[in-house]
């Protein structure tokens, strides 16, 4: 074990906001003895303060389902990969077209740009200025690194089997949060398993020796690609089905149970 990749929302994140002071420690005493960290979500790097500010992380974490890697150390973009906006158009055409009263919003490298109608009865007041009426060419300019649509009927595996026959041929599509109609669709061939490999490589670190957690399907590729990938107890089914190992549920601290256990097993060696 030479690098740990760990999910945030569902994994070691709860709805709380709140990382257990177990997973801390654990995370700390990888730390301590040379275990490379590096966190990989679907946030944006606006959206890391509970990692930064419960476990003192400063490092690299791989964002937007591997859209952006971003120094959270600097506050820096290390790396990104964009979408055009003709492939945000055709694509937003296609899922009109299937889906009955789609809303949109694009994640761009300067924030969050919502079309009107996207939050429904639940839009956060905090979130209002990003509020725009109509998504428009010109956000192209900031660099789009996710694209969302949502519906506000249905779940996320009905609306992803639906759209993804005609829109992943153009976009990567996934989601996250299954209760919701919400699909998260960004860069052809751009998944958290690319940039991790990418991450890992650069430091000479082989799928091997990498121990990846998460629970959902937007961990799917990324708990295939590690020597040690985790799906937890109680994530979807489809990350479940990807991983070769399963780690206890997230409520029982169950990365926390994993590293300990892991950490344990090197001193022994």
């Known amino acids: 074990m030479r690098l740990i990749a760990s999910d945030i929302d569902g994994t070691i994140l709860g709805h709380d906001g709140k990382i257990s002071n177990r997973t801390v420690e654990a995370f700390l005493a990888a730390a301590e003895a ?43 973009v290390l790396d990104s990969h964009v979408l055009t906006w003709d492939t945000v158009e055709m694509v937003r055409n296609i899922v009109i077209e299937l889906a009955a009263k789609p809303y949109f919003a694009l994640e761009s490298l300067a924030g969050l740009h919502i079309e009107e109608g996207f939050y429904g009865t639940r839009a956060p007041a905090s979130r209002a200025d990003f509020m725009s009426q109509v998504l428009t060419p010109d956000m192209a300019d900031s660099g789009i690194v996710k694209m969302l649509a949502v519906l506000h009927t249905g779940n996320a595996d009905e609306f992803m089997e639906l759209v993804t026959p005609r829109v992943g ?27 991790l490999a990418q991450y890992a490589g650069a430091r000479g670190i082989a799928a091997a020796d990498v121990v990846a957690f998460g629970d959902m399907p937007n961990d799917v590729e990324m708990l295939g690609w590690a020597g040690a990938g985790y799906a937890m107890a109680s994530g979807h089914p489809q990350a479940l089905a990807a991983a070769a190992l399963r780690a206890p549920r997230f409520e029982a601290d169950g ?12 001193r022994l060696a």
């Open 34 to 76: 040379g275990i490379d960290i590096v966190f990989v979500t679907g946030r944006p790097p606006r959206w890391l303060d509970p990692i930064r500010e419960q476990i003192g992380h400063t490092g690299t974490v791989i964002c937007s389902n591997g859209a952006v890697t971003y120094d959270l150390g600097t506050e820096k």
């Open 169 to 195: 041929s153009l976009l990567a599509v996934t989601h996250s949060a299954p209760e919701m109609a919400l699909l998260e669709m960004g860069p052809l061939g751009v998944n958290k398993a690319v940039t």
């Open 255 to 266: 990365v926390a149970q994993v590293i300990e256990s892991r950490l344990a097993a090197l």
